[in-house]
């Protein structure tokens, strides 16, 4: 734990900047004391979706204004919130689950305000690709430093997903990649066509939720128990080391 008395808050205001704040991936207990502290001060708070945030914010009795801040907007929405900034703004960023700029809006205006000299703090919290890996029991205990790649998102498109996964290379350490639930069992169809019916994956769905889920094997075994059920639903992370 921090024992830096520069990082602490004393009870002093919210230095101006920019805040990128992470909040929860499902279970709200994960929300961090910092998060609520930068929420609850800054004068604005940027959301991918400010009704999903309001419901976030009024779960713990935040009353701080809202912008809409997503996909179609950033740009201008970065331009007009550095304007802001630079007169001196405290201005939190966060996005609809997990930490802001990974497969998620954020890293726009964290670059134009590192452009217009604004601090920008990161304010860190939950993940769903770290918290997978953790524990996906891939990588043994003892084999730091551990290699792995986040990916995001693979294409939608068939031709274009295979092509991302043939361009991966053996010993290339743990590749992570977020999945939509309706395209998984195509992806894993993919992987055992291009990898083998053996190779180890691990699909982690709903993490921190209560009906959160590891499935650990080969991908022709992990593929099949997907494919058995009515449907597969929920958030899926997707990992395999090569
Ligand atoms: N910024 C977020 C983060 O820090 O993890 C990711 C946002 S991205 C738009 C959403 C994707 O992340 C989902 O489609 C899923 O692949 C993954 N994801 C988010 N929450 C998850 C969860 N609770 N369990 C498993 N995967 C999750």
């Known amino acids: 734990m921090s024992t830096d008395p520069e990082r602490e808050d004393n009870g002093r205001p919210l230095a101006p900047g920019l805040y990128l704040v992470a909040t929860p991936i499902g279970n709200l207990e994960d929300i961090t004391l910092r998060a609520l502290r930068v929420l609850r001060s800054v004068d604005r708070i940027a959301c991918e979706d400010t009704r999903q945030t309001q419901k976030l914010l009024n779960h713990f009795g935040i009353h701080t204004p809202t912008v809409s801040y997503h996909m179609h907007n950033e740009a201008g929405r970065a331009a007009e919130l550095t304007a802001e900034l630079k007169a001196g703004a405290r201005i939190a960023v966060v996005s609809d689950a997990g930490t802001p700029g990974i497969a998620d809006p954020?890293?726009?205006?964290?670059?134009?305000?590192?452009?217009?000299?604004?601090?920008?703090?990161?304010?860190?919290?939950?993940?769903?690709?770290?918290?997978?890996?953790?524990?996906?029991?891939?990588?043994?205990?003892?084999?730091?430093?551990?290699?792995?790649?986040?990916?995001?998102?693979?294409?939608?498109?068939?031709?274009?997903?295979?092509?991302?996964?043939?361009?991966?290379?053996?010993?290339?350490?743990?590749?992570?990649?977020?999945?939509?639930?309706?395209?998984?069992?195509?992806?894993?169809?993919?992987?055992?066509?291009?990898?083998?019916?053996?190779?180890?994956?691990?699909?982690?769905?709903?993490?921190?939720?209560?009906?959160?889920?590891?499935?650990?094997?080969?991908?022709?075994?992990?593929?099949?128990?997907?494919?058995?059920?009515?449907?597969?639903?929920?958030?899926?992370?997707?990992?395999f080391a090569l």
């Open 106 to 239: 954020g890293g726009q205006i964290a670059a134009a305000a590192i452009a217009a000299s604004v601090p920008v703090f990161p304010v860190p919290g939950a993940n769903a690709a770290i918290s997978a890996l953790i524990a996906s029991g891939i990588a043994g205990a003892g084999e730091a430093p551990e290699r792995f790649t986040f990916h995001g998102f693979l294409p939608a498109k068939e031709g274009q997903r295979k092509t991302a996964l043939e361009a991966l290379t053996r010993d290339g350490g743990t590749q992570v990649f977020y999945e939509a639930p309706h395209r998984i069992l195509d992806t894993l169809a993919d992987v055992a066509a291009i990898f083998g019916a053996a190779q180890h994956v691990v699909v982690a769905r709903e993490l921190t939720k209560l009906h959160e889920e590891f499935l650990r094997g080969p991908v022709s075994e992990v593929r099949a128990t997907l494919a058995g059920r009515a449907s597969v639903r929920g958030e899926i992370v997707l990992l």
